[in-house]
């Protein structure tokens, strides 16, 4: 089995020669499988001490259903992803709070989703060494939020504090790292606050001793408005987060290709470091599902890839193994996005850009 360290240099190497390629949505192909109440408790989560509904809380099923969460790495792995996230986006004690569940679930179900992508990963590599296969730590945002208030009547009001958020990240993170995933990737980002928190705790986790793993961070633009949901337009969320020198930067999520395209075009014209996205599959329609054929997906993004916009591309809600495998014949041979050092220039951001030339 490859170390670590010599795996994320065949990321760094990799990310040179080709467009890499994410996995797909994790929801939508959990609801296929038509798992019951019973799968997500096993014999984890009792009904006396977890009285709540379990189904639906997916990241769970790391620990009730490891047989599949590792039937869908290999999917997407066979499907041609280079990268495949751990199923642990809702996995914080902030988030599973609304579950009962306790800090040691949370630790558990995070080093145990970590082990889970690193075993596929590892396991794909070995049967395809030409063509090495990464796991990123998935670490979604919260339902709490710091930058908005949490009470219309009252704009001071928020239901955490930085502390909180911070420690909620760094339980996480830690957990990941010593599961061994590859990278971490702090995604579908709507306050860019939390975001911050998350790098923080990252940061001093590695001040600390512990490893230190690429960040790839992908935000969320919430609508037609190009801006996130805490409101800063697309260069202002890159000048609020590039202080971490990311390995990637991003968006996924809300948007299908169409109405992502503008904000991936302005990113790749301002970030000096790797590009991806990850969107849905279009728009969800009136029953909540989407409609987006993976010829159709596919297509969309090879133009951005032929347009030299991207490095990393993939799918979140609505895609499936079926789109990574369309997408993933798309883009070969499709050289990636040429990173441009940025000018040296102080940048700032509130909710919008600020760039002070020389």
């Known amino acids: 089995m490859t170390d670590r360290k010599t795996r994320i240099e065949q990321l760094h190497a990799a990310a040179k ?22 799968d997500f408790r096993n014999e984890h989560f009792n009904t006396e001490t977890y009285p709540g509904q379990m189904k639906g809380n997916n990241d769970i099923l790391c620990l009730t259903r490891p047989d599949r969460v590792s ?18 986006f809702s996995a914080t004690t902030i988030a599973m709070d609304d579950y009962d569940l306790t800090l040691q679930d949370v630790i558990d179900i995070n080093f145990e989703g970590a082990k889970l992508a690193r075993a596929s990963a590892d396991a794909w590599t070995e049967k395809e060494p030409h063509k090495p296969r990464f796991a990123a730590g998935s670490i979604g945002p919260l339902n709490k939020m710091l930058s908005m208030s949490s009470d219309v009547n009252n704009p001071g009001a928020r239901e955490v504090v930085f502390d909180q958020v911070y420690q909620a990240y760094r339980e996480q993170i830690k957990a990941l790292n010593e599961g061994g995933v590859h990278m971490y990737l702090v995604e579908t980002i709507t306050d860019t606050l939390n975001c911050k928190a998350a790098i923080k705790a990252m940061m001093d986790l590695e001040t600390e001793g512990m490893d230190k793993l690429p960040l790839w961070i ?8 190009g801006r996130t949901l805490s409101g800063q337009t697309v260069e202002a969320f890159w000048n609020s987060v590039r202080h971490a020198k990311p390995f990637a930067i991003g968006f996924n999520c809300a948007l299908g290709a169409e109405l992502m395209r503008p904000h991936i075009s302005s990113l790749s014209r301002i970030s000096d470091t790797l590009v991806a996205a ?32 991207v490095n ?3 799918g979140c809600c609505g895609t499936t193994p079926a ?12 050289k990636p996005r040429e990173v441009v050092p940025s ?6 951001a ?4 600020f760039e002070l030339a020389n």
């Open 218 to 225: 992908s935000g969320t633009i919430t609508d037609r408005s």
């Open 312 to 314: 990393i591309v993939g």
């Open 343 to 348: 000018k040296n220039t102080m940048r700032l």
């Open 17 to 38: 020669e080709r467009i890499l390629l994410l996995d797909g949505s994790w929801g939508v192909m959990f609801q296929k499988m038509g798992l019951s109440e019973d």
């Open 323 to 334: 789109h990574v495998k369309a997408l993933a014949k798309s883009i070969e041979g499709i």
């Open 278 to 309: 990850f969107p849905n599959a279009g728009l969800p329609n009136e029953m909540g599902e989407y409609d987006e054929e993976p010829h159709e997906t596919s297509n969309k993004l090879s133009g951005w890839a032929h347009d030299g916009m």
């Open 350 to 353: 509130g909710l919008e850009p």
């Open 71 to 88: 039937y869908l790495h290999d999917a997407y792995f066979e499907a041609g992803a280079d990268i495949t996230e751990t199923n642990t």
